[in-house]
Each structure stands twice: as C-alpha cells, then as structure tokens.
C-alpha cells in the first residue's frame, strides 16, 4: 500500500545538584509492537513541563523543561537551574528555568533558548553558560529574550527563531546578532515574526517555518532562505490552490532518507516538491479521525516530525479543543501503520542512540520496541 494511502488512513555552575533516579519511568500503555512510559524528572510533576529533549555527544540524554536543565547519564540526574538570587547576566549559571528548546552545534557546545531569559551557551568541558540577551540600544543583539528554536545553517552560522520579533544569525566571530522581520514593503522578508521552527536540509537550504500564537490558519507560511540575496522566499496559504500550504500556521519540518520533505501545520500533514514549490495535502479520512489531516473535524494537528534510524515515519499530532494527542508511525518496508495514543502533546520528537523514541509535550514520553531489553539505567543510549 503507498505511503499516501495510508497517511490517509492514518493520519562552576551555580544550583547544580544530582539525583539518584528511582522510579524513573511508569508504563503508561502498551501496543502489540511498542511500550509507552512516562520518563519522570526531579521535581516532578506538575509544573516541570519537559519541552524538549536532545542527546549529547557523550551520549547523555539532556531534557529542558519549564524547571530548568537536566543531564542524565543513565543513572543520575543534574539539573542547571535559575539559583535563587541570582540577577546577573554573565555570572556563568542557567540564570533563567524556562527553557523552550535545545540545539547542539558543531563544536559540541548546547545551546539554550529561553521563554523570556534569552539566550544561553553551555560548555560541557567548563561547564559555564554565556548569556544572550536583547539590549534595546544594541542593534547587533538578538531581537526578542522569548527564543522558540535554533538551528545550523551550511556555513556554520546559528539562526534563532523567536515569537514576535523574527529570526536571529549568529555570526560566532564577531558575536553580533543580524535580524530578520517581515517587511510589508519587502516580498522577500520573513512572512510572519513568530518562527516556530528552523531546519536545514540535505541540499544546505535552510527553511523557517512561522505561526501565530496561538495559531490561525492566515498569519505565517514557510519561508526559503536565498543566502546570494539574503532574503528569503514565501510559501503561504491560498483558499483556492489546492497545491499551496494548508494553512499558514507552519511547525514541523524533515526530509526523510528518500529525499521527501514533510511540512506539518495545525491543519495536517503535507509532502512538499521543493522544486515546484507545490505541497500535497494528506486528507481527513472518516474512519480514521485521528490522522494527521483530520484536523478539520476531529480537532488534531500535526506538529512534530522524524524519521527513525529503521527508515520509519513518526508523526506527532497536538490534541486540540480535549481531543486526544497521538503519535503515528509508518514503515516503508511492511507498509504497516501504528496509532499509538499519548497522555500528552507531541510537540518534539527525539531518537536515542539505543532506538528509543522520546516524546516531549509537558509530559516526557518514551516509546521502545517490546522485544528490546528495558533497561533504562545501563548509561548507554
């Protein structure tokens, strides 16, 4: 069965402090394929919102969560957090808890964007974080402190989306910060200032994808970064194309091992033809109500995306209006399709390097295979 049919169907640090883990995870469900546990961090629920979740190159899963950073190492925890007093900005701690996402570059320093505290650089070897923050009277400083994702671009700059002032480029050298709005006057500046996310594909072309906040379906589109004019190209919306984007509310972004490049929106899933610049729609299915393109009845979107080290297609979709999130996955070779129910958003997807699939969205989520060995605390990923 094509992939289409069944997409249809389906679709010196300061406040460090290390914990033991005990009762990390609890089964949450089982599938005749998969098992779904929650993955608790110290401080618990509620209020320690995990957000996202990345894994270092030393092999230590890290977690960012409205309470902090978290390193595991497979058997302890230690958490970076805003120590209490602390007002400096350069004073080498995680001098702001709520963490929004984390990017590991090339030199393998993390990088820690914040809902409201900026920008942060962490140095493993020293373990110091250098802040980033907005300053009205620096024109070279990052252009908002709520910073929504970071990515890597094919020559080594970092680009930060942010939620209402556009997109940031780093330049490492300089430490300067070049800005990116949408100028009405301008077709080839960023369609909408709230980027929601930034990817780079297997050509070097780098996208950014933006949404209004909360969503709606005319505020946003995917944007194409022409670095020879440095400006960029819009993909948006339009009632009456059925080849253009759902909707303008743009989230997930991947190109998959057969060169498909997968956009995900509030309203569904689309496979993009970069070439023609065109997009094919995944459509509601009755049958199927909590399909990625279902969105428009059963109130589900797709939001996050990834391909699995086995060639698989995972799917996250955000439960919208007390409807239930979800998480599909795809397999190229069986043309089989798994529906596994969730107890939270799926806003981001990550794969350990033992296969394990992780699952942030509030809650921390992780999915392995039934016939892989549980073991959690061995310290390899």
């Known amino acids: ?83 209490e007093g602390d007002t400096l900005d350069n004073s080498g701690s995680l001098s702001f808890s709520y963490v929004e996402n984390l ?97 780079l594909d297997k050509q070097g072309t780098l996208w950014v994808a933006t949404g209004a906040v909360p969503w709606g379906p005319y505020q946003g589109g995917l944007n194409r970064y022409d670095p020879g004019t440095d400006s960029f190209i819009r993909y948006t919306f339009a009632p009456k194309d059925s080849t253009s984007l759902w909707t303008n509310a743009v989230q997930g972004l991947l190109e998959d091992s057969r060169g498909n490049f997968w956009v995900t929106t509030t309203t569904g899933l689309q496979k993009m033809d970069r070439k023609n610049g065109t997009f094919e729609r995944m459509h509601y299915h009755p049958n199927k109500p909590h399909a990625p393109g279902a969105a428009e009845r059963a109130m589900t979107g797709a939001f996050s995306l990834l391909e699995d080290k086995n060639g698989g297609l995972w799917v996250g979709t955000v439960g919208l209006r007390d409807t239930v999130s979800h998480l599909l996955r795809y397999d190229p070779r069986t043309s089989a ?29 992780r999915i392995t295979p039934r016939d892989q060995p549980h073991n959690l605390r061995s310290g390899t990923f």
């Open 103 to 199: 990017y590991w570059d090339r030199f393998d320093k993390l990088w820690v964007c914040t809902y409201g505290g900026g920008l942060f650089c962490f140095d493993p070897q020293t373990e110091q974080f250098r802040r980033y923050r907005h300053d009205p009277e620096d024109p070279y400083s990052i252009s908002q402190d709520r910073v929504m994702c970071a990515a890597e671009d094919a020559d080594g700059n970092l680009w930060f989306g942010t939620e209402l002032k556009g997109a940031n480029r780093f330049d490492r050298k300089t430490g300067q910060f070049k800005r990116y709005h949408p100028d009405p006057a301008d077709p080839g500046s960023l369609s909408y200032p709230t980027v929601k996310n930034i990817y």
């Open 337 to 365: 399709v798994e529906n596994l129910p969730l107890p939270t958003d799926a806003w981001h997807l990550f794969e350990s390097d033992d296969g394990a699939i992780w699952v942030a969205g509030g809650k921390a989520m």
């Open 1 to 83: 069965m094509p992939l289409k049919v069944l997409l249809l169907a389906f679709l010196a640090p300061a406040a460090v402090f290390a914990q033991q883990l005990t009762g990390a995870t609890s089964l949450v469900a089982e599938t005749p394929n998969y098992r779904i546990e929650e993955f608790r961090l110290p401080g618990g629920q509620p209020g320690n919102n995990v957000t996202s979740i990345v894994q270092g190159p030393n092999g230590f899963l890290w977690f960012g969560s409205h309470k902090g950073l978290h390193r595991y190492d497979g058997h302890d925890f230690i958490t970076y957090q805003e120590p």
